[in-house]
């Protein structure tokens, strides 16, 4: 049974940065495509990034192109997101996933394993 644990969430002023790790343990995690999401308040949980089991690749909501960038460290079993230019309107609580699917895409539906969350609140 694989179990993913975020932390790094705080309140934060707008422009500023945090970084979110999320360690895994249970699985193989280089095996997995990894993923951040995140649910705002009152929102539905929205796709935010993802990277590929070895790293090469990554992809990332139109939202937070150009601030965030999702990385991993295999050895650790951890991934990453940095969290650059913070605005108020990404406040909310960050979950990271693991997929078992060769190529998921930003559906919930496509990762199997979740996190409990950790929330970053961003003060104007």
């Known amino acids: 049974q694989v179990q993913l644990v975020e932390s790094g969430g705080r309140l934060v002023q707008a422009g500023g940065s945090l970084r979110l790790s999320c360690a895994a343990s249970g699985g193989t995690f280089s095996n997995y495509v990894m993923g951040w999401f995140r649910q705002p308040p009152g929102k539905e949980r929205e796709f935010v990034a993802r990277i590929w089991p070895r790293g090469g690749s990554t992809y990332y909501a139109d939202s937070v192109k150009g601030r965030f960038t999702i990385s991993r460290d295999n050895a650790k079993n951890t991934v990453y997101l940095q969290m650059n230019s913070l605005k108020p309107e990404d406040t909310a609580v960050y979950s990271c996933?693991?997929?078992?699917?060769?190529?998921?895409?930003?559906?919930?539906?496509?990762?199997?394993?979740w996190g409990q969350g950790t929330q970053v609140t961003v003060s104007s």
């Open positions: 996933a693991g997929s078992r699917r060769a190529s998921p895409g930003s559906g919930e539906w496509e990762y199997d394993y």
